[in-house]
């Protein structure tokens, strides 16, 4: 029985590559890529691919965000995150979302195989540089620290990732298709959610819950 495969990154020669290594693995077959997460959400619903390759880091809806969708829409989909990121902070995101497994993208190829079958396996998996200690001594230290993302809308998380990339309310409103009066109407609530009462404050912080990288 194959392994059907949704494929997502927001670079195209990335998937490509990605799409020729799954080519050449037994009984895996990539049924849909997709840009972003809003993407790969529409074409899972098409294609009832039986796990979701994502990106951490895409632009328009990322990674964590559609894990999140991912776990509220379709529960029964495995999903593993494939991410340049090896910190703990980006890791803890991504499975505390409701990821499957994390992998580094500078993994070899027969990681990649072996994170696909133990996923579909029902087991977690983790890249192999990745130290579970270090995780749990993470996840200790921000416990109680700073406001969780969870509190927050999925258009409040939408639009922070949106702030955070450089986007302005006009851009935004034309992105979601929204008026720039409501933009500005979320954008107020999540501040007032957050305690974050300025751009780069909200800027750092989506940074500091894998929203978006430092990069975009």
Same mark, same amino acid.
């Given at each position: 029985?194959?392994?059907?495969?949704?494929?997502?990154?927001?670079?195209?020669?990335?998937?490509?590559?990605?799409?020729?290594?799954?080519?050449?693995?037994?009984?895996?077959?990539?049924?849909?890529?997709?840009?972003?997460?809003?993407?790969?959400?529409?074409?899972?619903?098409?294609?009832?691919?039986?796990?979701? %390759?994502?990106?951490?880091?895409?632009?328009?809806?990322?990674?964590?965000?559609?894990? #999140?969708?991912?776990?509220?829409?379709?529960?029964?989909?495995?999903?593993?995150?494939?991410?340049?990121?090896?910190?703990?902070?980006?890791?803890?995101?991504?499975?505390?979302?409701?990821?499957?497994?994390?992998?580094?993208?500078?993994?070899?190829?027969?990681?990649?195989?072996?994170?696909? #079958?133990?996923?579909?396996?029902?087991?977690?998996?983790?890249?192999?540089?990745?130290?579970?200690?270090?995780? *749990?001594?993470?996840?200790?230290?921000?416990?109680?620290?700073?406001?969780?993302?969870?509190?927050?809308?999925?258009?409040?998380?939408? %639009?922070?990732?949106?702030?955070?990339?450089?986007?302005?309310?006009?851009?935004?409103?034309? #992105?979601?298709?929204?008026?720039?009066?409501?933009?500005?109407?979320?954008?107020?609530?999540?501040?007032?959610?957050? *305690? %974050?009462?300025?751009?780069?404050?909200?800027?750092?912080?989506?940074? #500091?819950?894998?929203?978006?990288?430092?990069?975009?």
């Amino acid at each position: 029985m194959n392994i059907r495969v949704l494929l997502a990154d927001d670079h195209a020669l990335v998937r490509s590559g990605i799409h020729s290594l799954l080519k050449s693995m037994p009984g895996i077959q990539v049924v849909a890529e997709a840009a972003d997460g809003a993407e790969a959400l529409l074409l899972a619903g098409t294609h009832k691919p039986d796990l979701a %390759i994502l990106d951490i880091a895409m632009k328009g809806m990322n990674g964590v965000e559609a894990v #999140r969708r991912f776990r509220a829409q379709q529960p029964d989909i495995k999903l593993l995150m494939l991410s340049m990121y090896s910190s703990e902070e980006y890791v803890m995101q991504a499975l505390n979302a409701g990821a499957n497994g994390y992998l580094l993208k500078d993994s070899a190829a027969y990681e990649l195989e072996k994170a696909i #079958r133990q996923v579909m396996q029902g087991q977690r998996y983790l890249d192999s540089i990745l130290s579970p200690q270090a995780l *749990d001594e993470y996840m200790r230290r921000v416990l109680d620290k700073g406001t969780n993302v969870e509190v927050l809308t999925p258009r409040q998380r939408q %639009i922070l990732q949106l702030i955070a990339e450089g986007d302005n309310t006009k851009e935004i409103a034309y #992105r979601l298709n929204l008026s720039g009066k409501t933009v500005e109407t979320h954008r107020a609530q999540l501040m007032e959610r957050l *305690d %974050i009462h300025d751009v780069p404050g909200l800027v750092r912080y989506a940074i #500091r819950k894998g929203l978006t990288t430092a990069e975009k």
